[in-house]
C-alpha cells in the first residue's frame, strides 16, 4: 500500500523512481479506507533529505500511511528554502487539536548542548507531554531518543569525547517480541552522535526494556513497557552516502573527524561505502508500524482510550 503525502513534495519523484508507491493527497481523497495517520516532527537541517529517507521507509509497508510533516518554529532554515517549509509544514498550533496513530521525531544536530540550553527546548517538551495522550505510539530518532528519555523518565547523557560515527554489529536481547520479529541474531545499525545513554541505567529503569544493544555503541532499540515509546539510538533511515556527506563536511570545517567506523571497505575513506543496514531498518519500522501502532490503535482516533493493550491479545 502507498505512503500518502502532500501534492508536488519533492520526496515524490525520488520514491517513485525506487519503486516505492506514493499517493498524492488528491488521489487518496478519492480512496474509502482508514489510513494510519502518522506525523513527523523533523529537526533535521537539511528537512527534504530527511523527508525522504523516513518516506522511503513508510512506504515499505502494506498499510497505507497519512503522512503530516510539522516544524518546530516558523524561523528560515539555511538548508531549506521557506517556500517548502510553508507549502509542506504544519506549525503544532493546527494539529494541537488531533489524534495520531504514530508520531516520528528525527534527531537534531544538537548533541553537544544541553537540552535545557536548546532555543526549542519548552516546545519539545510540550510536543512529547502532547503526544503522551494524542499518539498511540511515538517513535523517537538518535537525538530525540535522548530528549525523550530524559525527559519522560530523568535519564541523563554523558558527552562523548569524540563523535560516534559509524556502522556497528548489535544483539537482539529479546528472543520474542514482535519489535524484532524477522530479525536476525546480530545486525547492523549506523550511529552518528556525540553522547550516550548509559545502558546499565536504562536497564535498571522499571518502566523501560532494552531491545537490542552493541558492544561499541551502547543501547540501539528501548521500549516503554506500555509499549507508547519507542527509542532508537542510531539512524536506521540513513541511506548509503549520509554518513560520508557528513564526514566530508566535518572535513571541510576543519573538525577533525574520526573516520566512521565499518563503513568504508576496508576502513579507508577513499573507498566505496557499504550499506549492510537498509533490510533492519527496514524491517524495524514495518514491525513498529504494524505491531505498536496498527494493532494498538483505535479506528476512531476521536477515541484514544480504546486502544489495545497488548496482554488481552
Not at 482508514?34 to 516532527?41: A, D, E, F, T, Y
Not at 487539536?97 to 517538551?125: C, M, S
Request: net charge negative; hydrophobic share 35%.
Amino acid at each position: 500500500m502507498p505512503v500518502r503525502i502532500p501534492d508536488h513534495l519533492p520526496a515524490a519523484g525520488v520514491l517513485e523512481s525506487e519503486n516505492i508507491f506514493v499517493m498524492s493527497e488528491t488521489r487518496a481523497a478519492n480512496q474509502d479506507i482508514r489510513p494510519m495517520k502518522v506525523l513527523m516532527l523533523n529537526l533535521m537541517p537539511n528537512k527534504i533529505e530527511t523527508e525522504t529517507q523516513l518516506l522511503r521507509l513508510l512506504g515499505n509497508t502494506p498499510l497505507q500511511v497519512d503522512v503530516d510533516l510539522l516544524r518546530i518554529h516558523d524561523k528560515e532554515s539555511k538548508h531549506t528554502s521557506i517556500d517548502h517549509m510553508n507549502t509542506f509544514y504544519r506549525d503544532f498550533e493546527d494539529v494541537r487539536h488531533k489524534n495520531y496513530d504514530g508520531l516520528i521525531i528525527t534527531g537534531a544536530p544538537l548533541g553537544q548542548i544541553d537540552f535545557e540550553d536548546v532555543v526549542y527546548w519548552d516546545h519539545i517538551r510540550e510536543i512529547i507531554d502532547w503526544s503522551q495522550e494524542h499518539v498511540t505510539s511515538v517513535l523517537f530518532l538518535c537525538w530525540a531518543a535522548h530528549a525523550g528519555l530524559h525527559h519522560l523518565y530523568g535519564l541523563n547523557r554523558q558527552i562523548l569525547p569524540q563523535k560516534r560515527s559509524g556502522v556497528f554489529v548489535h544483539r537482539r536481547t529479546c528472543q520474542h517480541f514482535p519489535l524484532l520479529r524477522g530479525f536476525d541474531d546480530e545486525f547492523f545499525a549506523p550511529h552518528s552522535r556525540f553522547a550516550e545513554m548509559n545502558l546499565e541505567d536504562i536497564k535498571q529503569h522499571p518502566q523501560l526494556q532494552v531491545l537490542a544493544e552493541s558492544d561499541e555503541a551502547g543501547a540501539y532499540l528501548v521500549l516503554s513497557r506500555n509499549n507508547r515509546n519507542l527509542f532508537v539510538m542510531g539512524h536506521p533511515e540513513y541511506q548509503k552516502s549520509t554518513l560520508n556527506d557528513e564526514y566530508h563536511r566535518d572535513l571541510a570545517q576543519n573538525l577533525n573527524p574520526d573516520v566512521p567506523q565499518n563503513y568504508y571497505r576496508n576502513d579507508n575513506p577513499e573507498a566505496e561505502a557499504i550499506a549492510r543496514w537498509h533490510s533492519h531498518g527496514s524491517l524495524l519500522v514495518s514491525n513498529w508500524l504494524n505491531y505498536y501502532v496498527y494493532q494498538l490503535t483505535p479506528y476512531d482516533l476521536n477515541d484514544m482510550t480504546a486502544m489495545t493493550p497488548w496482554e488481552s491479545r
